[in-house]
């Protein structure tokens, strides 16, 4: 049986279990240990069940069925027979050999009234939802285990090809190249941050801001609509008076960039030579509660973003079960993408609805909620990304110390640099003119970044701060201060420290 420490659901609330096709049990987690007591770890799948699931055979049936999730009957530890509505996929990595199985406590159900006057049971799209919450977080779990030192090595290579990149005349045959190396940085940053993305609870405020979206889908459009995809008609409608939305506009043009990609892919893997993408966007004014798709709208102001292509689609036994981490029907993928977008637009108090034919395409609709303020949509300027000052730079990782300072002595700032929070001090202690700014990365050993901010701030209060980090953060995390996320490109840095020392303390 695998250890449980190999075993990534360990600390999920919820029971978790795998389970070869033959029905032995390979690897468990606290949860259900709890639940099953210690005959989980010694006895095969089907003597944990009943009726049904007393035959091995009933996981490869199991392994069949669309629907999301089955209610299955277990006995626990004391004998007692539970009824739990049971998540099961495909393990990934073992060729179908071996089958992840949660288990999640039923919804209370809602009751409503008949015409007579009888009480009866609602089923529907919150409950269901409530249990998709669950496993959501049960994803967040996953993303604790990622190294830092994988957003660290990102970061290096993100940071040279963009700044090499942004310094290429147009015409320089290896622009080619170098775009793609940045492109596959930023693609497998994600995998870092995917999980903790799509499953943070909380909404940081601190990091949203009030505009216009078309912003947004315009230039998630940009980085889709390439040379590379002629084969690709592209149809824009963009609302003229949009309303006002609040937004965390890196995370959320993620999501529409990942939607665009999957309409993408799902031309390029149709029959067709040639197919079409359609975006539009339009305000939504509901009245009256309504529904679309599993997307409950209550009274007020929406933004609605719509992505339509006319690709391969996706097959009806498939299409409930697209915001499910880890579900896919592709080759290759991680099955994160919809649920990661899932839990985006959901952070931001807003909904996903997607309708598909095979053959006929997809159309994913994204509701966010709105302000009825007009506000105008203005291009974004080209930045001059130059400046003065003294910037101290703190990194425990070498490579990112010398990425930090070529980046920012090239904008025309004096870099001084620090691989530790103590050298740090030391660096503020002998500086002979005052230090403008501190971009401190949050983990290192001995004194963390949070540590080094609180002393600096008491002894020198003008200086302004920047945190670095590659960890998901929530709100709250060392409030008042500039976040640099971890990989970031040079535009992304420069930026942020143009912004920060411009600002009032």
Request: contains cysteine; glycine residues 8%.
């Amino acid at each position: 049986m695998m250890t449980d420490a190999a075993f990534p659901l360990e600390t999920a609330p919820w029971p978790a279990f795998s389970v070869t096709l033959g029905g032995s049990i390979e690897a468990v987690n606290l949860a259900a240990q709890t639940l099953f007591g210690e005959r989980l770890q010694a006895r095969e799948f089907g003597e944990l069940g009943e009726g049904e699931t007393s035959s091995s055979n009933f996981i490869p049936l199991c392994a069949q069925l669309s629907t999301p999730l089955i209610p299955l009957r277990f006995r626990d530890r004391d004998g007692n027979v539970a009824t739990f509505l049971t998540s099961i996929s495909a393990v990934p990595g073992s060729e179908g050999k071996c089958y992840l199985f949660q288990l999640f406590p039923p919804p209370a159900p809602a009751l409503r009234t008949n015409g007579h006057g009888k009480a009866e049971v609602k089923g529907g799209s919150v409950e269901i939802n409530a249990v998709q919450k669950q496993k959501l977080d049960c994803a967040m779990q996953l993303t604790r285990t990622v190294a830092l030192d994988f957003n660290n090595a990102l970061t290096t290579i993100l940071g040279h090809a963009s700044y090499v990149l942004g310094r290429m005349e147009t015409s320089n045959p290896w622009r080619f190249s170098l775009g793609e190396i940045e492109k596959a940085s930023e693609r497998a940053s994600e995998i870092a941050h995917d999980l903790g993305v799509f499953s943070l609870e909380e909404k940081d405020k601190c990091l949203q801001i009030e505009g216009n979206l078309n912003v947004l889908v315009r230039r998630a459009v940009q980085i889709l609509q390439t040379a590379e995809r002629k084969n690709i008609v592209w149809s824009q409608k963009f609302e003229q008076q949009m309303f006002t939305v609040h937004f965390d506009e890196a995370k959320l043009q993620q999501a529409f960039v990942k939607v665009l990609e999957n309409a993408t892919e799902a031309i390029e893997n149709s029959a067709q030579v040639n197919g079409q993408i359609s975006v539009q966007t339009r305000n939504v004014d509901v009245a009256d509660r309504t529904q679309d798709g599993a997307v409950q709208l209550a009274r007020g102001a929406y933004v609605c973003v719509e992505i339509s292509d006319d690709g391969c689609g996706i097959e009806a036994e498939a299409l409930p079960r697209i915001f499910e981490p880890f579900f896919t029907t592709k080759t290759g993928h991680r099955g994160l993408g919809l649920a990661w977008v899932y839990g985006i637009v959901s952070n931001h108090g807003g909904g996903v609805a997607v309708s598909s034919q095979p053959g006929h395409g997809t159309s994913v609709r994204i509701y966010l909620p709105a302000v009825k303020k007009i506000v105008e949509e203005r291009p974004v300027p080209d930045e001059d990304l130059s400046g003065e000052g003294t910037i101290l730079f703190v990194d425990d990782e070498e490579m990112l110390v010398s990425l930090g300072q070529m980046l920012l002595a090239s904008a025309g700032y004096k870099v001084l640099t620090a691989n530790s929070a103590e050298q740090a001090l030391e660096v503020f202690g002998r500086a002979r003119e005052p230090i403008d700014l501190l971009i401190s990365d949050m983990v290192m050993p001995r004194m963390n970044g949070r540590e080094l901010i609180e002393r600096v701030k008491a002894r020198w209060p003008a200086t302004r701060i920047i945190c670095s980090t590659a960890c998901v953060r929530t709100a709250g995390t060392v409030k008042n201060y500039n976040f640099l996320s971890k990989p970031f490109t040079a535009h992304e840095l420069l930026r942020l420290v143009k912004s920060a020392l411009a600002a009032t303390n």
